[in-house]
């Protein structure tokens, strides 16, 4: 066969491979797109464990009009103009690919209202065979994204997905996640027309701490410590559980970076280091952390779906870790210590 270059639908669906693995992974980008737009409330309504139905619905700065043809393009993106912008990131997205990949492999509705514009408008795209339909809509100030028959046009994928249930699942769990990352955000999520969680704002300390035993227990919300320590330009904050009250499930174990939730190694090795002989091998660590430093410091551009960071000064956020929360849990095993004699 000679070279040529792969027509753009094609290319979209092989990008989709990377970055649409299952419907959580839909859900993910289209949440952190709503978060990217300030949204304060977001509702998530998913019908058969989101390979029938995924919507997202929020009150974000929306999409202009003449532009919502461009936001399902492949490389289309509002938040870096430049190779500057990428090395310091403040948004969650930026690789301008989960509209069109997603729009590549179902049939996809976007309609938006900017607070600027009179009205609302709607693009509809199927598979990305058809042209773009744009088309006048109702629809509140904000956007909402409907994704109907995931996978349909690609049936090897469509053959990966589990059950509803276990779909579903990976979907509440994501829910949780973010929901811990931004407790100033509303959230609610839906399968089959039933409300699973509703996780209003939580502005005060009362409130947030009654949305960390919703989605951690009650035991992690009531025994885990707060923390908050900062070295230089690095700063970590967020609860974990003193060694005595670990057990043996795996519990919460959730870490972000510069508001980006992960499954960091090196992050859980600087944890599980911290805890020391303090906690046995069959005991989990429970913790939801937050590691903030300056966007230069890391690489956010390693995998496509953005599930690993790159640390320049990786010794050093690894050290800082273990020692901020070395010295919490010591501190903590000596308050709670049994009492002796003196
Ligand atoms: P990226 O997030 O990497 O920029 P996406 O394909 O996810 O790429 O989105 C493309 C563009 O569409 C975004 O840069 C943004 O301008 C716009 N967009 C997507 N979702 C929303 C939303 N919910 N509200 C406002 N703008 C959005
Ligand atoms: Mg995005």
Known sequence: MPIQLLPPQ?????????????????????????????ATQLEIEIDKGGSKRILIRDNGSGIAEQELVLALSRHATSKISSLSDLEQI???????????SISSVSRLTLTSKPAAQATAW???????EMAVQVSPAAHPEGTSI???????????????????????????E????????????????SHNGQQVRRLPAAS??????????????????EQALWIENQYDQIRLSGWILPAAACQGQPACQYSYVNGRMM??????????????????????????????????????????AKH?????????????????????????????LPATAE
Do not use: M
């Open 90 to 100: 403040f948004t969650l997205g930026f690789r301008g690919e989960a509209l069109a």
């Open 146 to 172: 409907e994704v109907l028959d995931l996978f349909f046009n690609t049936p090897a994928r469509r053959r990966f997905l589990r059950s509803d249930k276990t779909e579903f699942s990976h979907i509440d």
């Open 10 to 38: 094609l290319a979209n669906q092989i990008a989709a491979g990377e970055v649409v693995e299952r419907p959580a992974s839909v859900v993910k980008e289209l949440v952190e797109n709503s978060l990217d737009a300030g």
């Open 204 to 221: 005060t300390a009362i409130a947030r701490q009654k949305r960390l035993a919703a989605l951690c227990g009650r035991q992690f919300a």
């Open 263 to 304: 499954r960091d190694k090196l992050l859980n090795h600087a944890i599980r280091q911290a805890y020391g002989e303090q906690l046995s091998a069959e005991q989990q660590p429970a913790f939801v952390l937050y590691l903030e430093l300056d966007p230069g410091e890391v690489d956010v551009n390693v995998h496509p």
């Open 174 to 189: 994501l829910i949780k996640r973010l929901a811990l990352s931004r407790f100033d955000v509303s959230w609610s999520l």
């Open 308 to 336: 690993e960071v790159r640390f320049h000064q990786a010794r050093l956020v690894h050290d800082f870790v273990v020692s901020a929360l070395s010295d919490a849990l010591q501190q903590l095993a000596a308050v709670t």
């Open 122 to 128: 709607q693009a509809r795209a199927e598979g990305r």
